[in-house]
Every structure is written in structure tokens, then in C-alpha cells.
């Protein structure tokens, strides 16, 4: 053994650390295991987490001021928070108040809030930023506030929001790593289970490309929403 | 101004057919608007009749845009009366994105959706406020760009469109939902001189169709030749109306005096 190792180059070490062939076959079908839950946790968050989001920015517009102190409230305290002390909160808090949450839940849920806070502000700053000419001329045509919001307003907010959006929505979403600090089997906690049993990075470095595969498409779609959202220019 | 509750539909009619007698489709009764301890608007009163031109016409800050902006509330009225066709669109009972739709507006910064081609700025409104179905929208909306001479711009962005364009597709946007009273809010300040006149142009034709207009603006020569009424404004009151050959021609008010020579230069 240790003579095999000595007369190994530094390239054929790296390979055997990171890219064990033996290794690879074995854990596979775990790692995909994983990479289902990592998949299916990274969809519902930024769906939820989007959507809550942008519809707490639908009530702000509104201007009713306790409910608006509230959002800004939660806002706020969200975006200062990291999501692990919340998902530890959670998981780990919640069992004595006779609440018990799966891990995928508290995962899904703290992140949701996460993203929710963080698009929240995005959209508000996206309405804002619409001329008030929008609103008056809306208005002037006996459009209803709801009416002006959703079919003049978003549709221009919605547009500038898209790229701050994306990034924030990537960001959060990576965060489904955190899962394994309180036992959820996605990708990360899959790797670092098998890492632990071989003895082989192998796992991690499945679990990278795994991550890679999973968000690289993110970013795709993210750059294709950003071309297709800007201005139609004569 | 606060009616007695009790009054009956019979009894509002009366009201506003008294005020019909009186031949004014819309009328401003001691309207007044501040902010704050700032007066802009120290009691209007006016009354135009059915089928006037009037234009509002003072030196900036006068007053003569929050006049317009209050006749359909984007402004509130600190307190007083807006009366559109003998409903008084201040009163708290009344429905106000019912009644926008009889008062019709364009602004100086023409204000289209940019999301929205041409075709879709004029059928939002007949569609959302209207409930026109799609077809009925299209239809009206292609009737009122061609009104304006742009029927064949109907699918175009506003980006893709000129100033005076634009101008002419918010006009439609207005004119399309068939109000009764068209607000015009220095429709042509935002305009290079060139484009000028096509959107004047369409305001003849609208005036010639018959419609009530109320028009702020500095085209001095447009008010002298279209206008039916010219008032002149000045710190939140009407020095002087008349009709522009009175107004322009022989202006009585010192302060008119003065305000004609420097825009005549």
C-alpha cells in the first residue's frame, strides 16, 4: 500500500482522491438520492419563496401602515438573520413547543421566509421605481388601484427586478446545503455520509458536480429571463 | 354643499338638471387646494358648458395643473365642489373610478404603458373598466387611433414611436372610453416644435367633434385661433376670462398685461 502510494505521480493521487472510479460506482445511486431532494427543495423555495415575496410587495403598495410596519418588520429581521440560525431555531426548538418538523420542512420553510424577505424588498423597489405618470394616467382612465397594480404597474416592475431577482434566488436557494446540519439527505449530506464511511473525497467532489449540474441551468435560465425582460427599443 | 341625506334620486335629478339649465358640464364650485400651509388653489370657480374650449393659461405655479389634476381628483380638492355632469364627483358616495370615466385626460409626459403596444395602451381601460369584450375593445380602439391618424401604428411600442405619436395614441387612449370631458395637461410642452402640430391638429378635430375640453397650455397662438374661452390664472386665483379676442386683445387685469407681454416677448 504505501509503496503503491509512493509510486504514484501527484496527478494519479488526485485522480484517486477525487475522482475513485471504485468509489464513484458505489455511492452513486445515494448521491442522486440526494440530488432529488436538493432538486425538489430548490424549486419549492424559489416558487414560494418568490411568490410570497412579491406578493408582501402587492400589500406594502397599498400603504396600510401597521401592515406595512409588519413587512418591514419581517423584512428586515430576515435579511439581517443568517437562514442556520434559523433552521437550527427550528429544528432543534420547535419539538419543545410540540411542533416536529421534518428536516426537509424546516429547510424548505426558513428559506422561503429567506428569499420571501430578500424579494420583498426587490419588488418593492421595482414598483417604486415605475413613473407616478403610470399610476395617474391608469388611474385617470377609471382603472382601479388592484387594476393599475397588476396590469400596469408589476408588468414594468417585474422587469427590473429580474436580474437582482435571479441572483438572490440562486443565492438562497444554494442555502438547501445548510439541510445538512440537521440530518436532510440532499446532495451535501448524501456526499458527506459516504465521505465519512469510504474515507474518500470522492463523495464531495460527486457532490460539487452534482451542485454544478443542479444550478448551472439556474443561471442559464436567469441570463435568458434578464435578455428577454429588457426593453423592446425601436 | 352637503346635500341632506334624505334628498331622493328625484331630488338629485333636479339638482342636475338645474345645473344642465344652467348649461355647464362641468363646474368648479369655491375649490380650494394647499399643502400644507402652501395655497395653490384659493377658490375657482368655473362652469364650462358643453362643447367648450377653454384654456387655462399663467405663469407657472399659478395653479393651472392642479386646477386640471383636481376636475378628476389625482389631485383631492382641499374642500369645494367638482361637478361633472350635475354629480358631484367630491361627494364621498360617489364612485370615482366610475366617474374617471366620463373625464377623459392626457399629460404633458404622454404617460403610455411602455409594456404595451399602441393598440394595447387604448384597450386596457375598455377591457378592465369598460368589460368590452377583447373584440369590441380592438375594434373601438382601432376606430380611435385612426381618429388620430395612427391606426397603422397600432402594434408599436411607445419606444418605437415619437413624442407627437405618442401624444396622439394617449389622445385615443382617452377619446376611445367616450368621456365627457377631455383634460388636457400641456399636451405639447414635452414636444420638439416639429410635432407640434399634429398633435394640435388632432385637438381641432376632437373640438370639431364636439367635445368638452379644458386645456392647459402655452401654445398662445393655438388658444387664440381654437379656443372659445381663454382663463387666466394667477397665484391660485382667475384674474381675468373672457373670449381670446378680449383676453389676448385687450386684456383689462394688469397682471394679464404683464403675463401676455412676457410671453410675447
Known amino acids: 500500500m504505501d509503496e503503491a502510494a509512493t509510486t504514484m505521480t501527484p496527478g494519479e493521487r488526485f485522480i484517486e ?16 438520492d440526494g440530488f432529488v431532494v436538493t ?22 403598495a397599498y400603504r396600510v401602515r401597521p401592515l406595512n410596519v409588519l413587512i418591514v418588520c419581517f ?73 393599475t397594480l397588476l396590469s400596469v404597474i408589476l408588468p414594468q416592475a417585474v422587469r427590473l427586478t429580474v436580474p437582482p431577482l435571479t441572483n438572490r434566488a440562486i443565492a438562497v436557494t444554494k442555502s438547501t446545503a445548510l439541510g445538512m446540519v440537521i440530518g436532510l439527505s440532499d446532495v451535501l449530506g448524501a456526499a458527506t455520509t459516504a465521505q465519512s464511511f469510504s474515507g474518500s473525497a470522492t463523495p464531495l467532489m460527486m457532490a460539487a458536480i452534482a451542485y454544478v449540474i443542479l444550478f448551472l441551468p439556474f443561471v442559464v435560465v436567469a441570463r435568458w429571463l434578464e435578455s428577454r425582460f429588457k426593453w423592446r427599443h425601436a | 354643499m352637503t346635500r341632506p341625506s334624505t334628498s331622493s334620486i328625484a331630488a338629485d335629478r333636479l339638482v342636475s338638471d338645474a345645473r344642465a339649465e344652467r348649461g355647464s358640464i362641468l363646474e368648479l364650485i369655491a375649490l380650494h387646494k394647499s399643502y400644507g400651509p402652501l ?11 358643453p362643447g367648450e374650449m377653454v384654456f387655462l393659461i399663467g405663469p407657472s405655479g399659478s395653479g393651472k395643473s392642479t386646477l386640471l389634476r383636481c376636475c378628476n381628483r389625482l389631485e383631492e380638492p382641499t374642500s369645494g365642489a367638482v361637478i361633472v355632469e350635475g354629480e358631484d364627483i367630491t361627494a364621498p358616495s360617489v364612485d370615482l373610478n366610475k366617474a374617471r370615466r366620463r373625464i377623459g385626460m392626457v399629460f404633458q409626459s404622454f404617460n403610455l404603458y411602455p409594456h404595451k403596444t399602441a393598440l394595447g395602451n387604448v384597450t386596457l381601460a375598455l377591457v378592465k ?12 380602439a382601432m376606430a380611435a387611433l385612426a381618429d388620430v391618424g395612427l391606426a397603422d401604428k397600432a402594434a408599436a411600442y411607445p419606444a418605437e414611436l415619437s413624442g407627437g405619436q405618442q401624444q396622439r395614441v ?63 390664472m394667477d397665484g391660485g386665483v382667475i384674474v381675468e376670462e373672457g373670449p381670446p379676442s378680449a383676453v389676448f386683445g385687450a386684456p383689462r387685469e394688469a397682471r394679464t398685461q404683464a403675463f401676455l407681454s412676457r410671453v410675447k416677448h
Not at chain 1, 112 to 141: C, D, M
Open chain 1, 17 to 32: 482522491t477525487y475522482f475513485n472510479a471504485a468509489v464513484m460506482e458505489r455511492y452513486l445511486p445515494a448521491i442522486l
Open chain 1, 39 to 60: 432538486l425538489q427543495l430548490a424549486v419549492l423555495v424559489v416558487v414560494s419563496g418568490i411568490l410570497l415575496g412579491l406578493a408582501l410587495a402587492c400589500l406594502r
Open chain 1, 75 to 147: 423584512a428586515d429581521i430576515l435579511r439581517a438573520l443568517p437562514p442556520l440560525v434559523l433552521i437550527l431555531i427550528a429544528y432543534f426548538g420547535l419539538p419543545n413547543v410540540g411542533v416536529s418538523l421534518s428536516a426537509f420542512a424546516v429547510i424548505w420553510i426558513v428559506l422561503t421566509l429567506a428569499l420571501a424577505a430578500f424579494a420583498e424588498e426587490i419588488f418593492w423597489a421595482g414598483i417604486l421605481s415605475v413613473a407616478p405618470g403610470q399610476w395617474q394616467a391608469a388611474r385617470s382612465t377609471g382603472l382601479s388601484f388592484t387594476q
Open chain 2, 39 to 49: 395655497d395653490v388653489l384659493k377658490g375657482i370657480d368655473l362652469k364650462v358648458k
Open chain 2, 129 to 140: 373598466v369598460s368589460r368590452l369584450s377583447r373584440a369590441a375593445a380592438r375594434e373601438k
Open chain 2, 170 to 232: 394617449a389622445i385615443a387612449r382617452a377619446l376611445a372610453l367616450e368621456p365627457k370631458v377631455m383634460l388636457f395637461d400641456e399636451p405639447t410642452s414635452a414636444l420638439d416644435p416639429e410635432l407640434v402640430g399634429d398633435v394640435l391638429d388632432v385637438m381641432r378635430k376632437v373640438r370639431a367633434a364636439g367635445m368638452t375640453m379644458l386645456v392647459v397650455s402655452h401654445e398662445m397662438r393655438f388658444a387664440a385661433e381654437a379656443a372659445d374661452r381663454v382663463v387666466f
